[in-house]
């Protein structure tokens, strides 16, 4: 008797205990390696720019290039250094007009408050034929970049009647990562109501993007008649932040 006895503890000892362990799924074996931790993914460089005329406000290492001052080299905001990229603004019957951040507490508030004096909108100046379009060209083919904007004229009796479309092109790949509430017509085409984002706080927004090239393009125009809201009355780019990944 006492030698099977001792057969059977051999037994359920060489198996593991897995004769009705009711632990044995939690049991982590010495080998097994853990998923490690997503690695935070850091921007190389961070720019900002004003896209309308501001005389304070902005934060150092900030540049001014918009529809009177065209042309540039985009600065790190980190120490003011020069990047690669250079800009090149487009616009047509656009003048300076009201405009205000938006409330803290929303995505606008949050990526451009007292960095970007957002006190000024872009404002058609003429209904029709109204654009405002930033072209960026010097980019690294090989990495990412991330671009942001937003735009709030800031008056409540045009709450849902003056709407922008906003379009990237030249790129060859990038994701949408603007605001949700914003209407999303094709992962590159998008619209906003820029009239009173005051509330709301929306930024329009695209990450991953690639350009072999070295080149891309985001424009905001009228919605014309594919609305929503009014025809011809729009607002555009007050500032935006471009990162490289």
Do not use: H
């Amino acid at each position: 008797m006492n030698k099977m006895y001792l057969i059977f503890i051999f037994i359920i000892l060489f198996q593991g205990c897995n004769l009705n362990n009711p632990f044995q799924d939690t049991i982590i074996s010495p080998t097994q390696e853990l998923t490690p931790e997503p690695t935070p993914v850091v921007a190389k460089w961070i720019a900002y720019n004003d896209c309308v005329e501001s005389t304070s406000g902005n934060a150092p290492n900030i540049t001014e290039f918009n529809f009177n001052n065209t042309t540039g080299t985009l600065m790190k905001y980190g120490d003011g250094t020069a990047t690669s990229v250079n800009v090149q603004i487009s616009a047509s019957n656009i003048i300076e007009w009201l405009g205000s951040i938006p409330l803290a507490g929303t995505d606008a508030y949050s990526i451009f408050n007292g960095i970007i004096n957002i006190n000024e909108s872009a404002s058609y100046y003429l209904e029709a034929d109204w654009f405002y379009e930033i072209t960026f060209t010097g980019l690294n083919p090989l990495t990412e970049y991330e671009f942001i904007t937003t735009v709030n004229r800031n008056e409540v009796t045009y709450a849902g009647n003056r709407w922008t479309k906003f379009t990237i092109s030249g790129a060859d790949t990038c994701t949408n990562i603007s605001s949700t509430g914003v209407i999303v017509v094709s992962e590159d085409i998008l619209k906003m109501d820029t009239g009173y984002n005051t509330v709301n706080g929306y930024v329009i927004g695209w990450s991953g993007i690639t350009a072999s090239d070295g080149t891309f393009t985001v424009r905001s125009e009228n919605v014309g008649a594919e609305g929503p809201g009014e025809l011809y009355k729009s607002y555009g780019f007050q500032g935006f932040v471009l990162k490289e990944f």
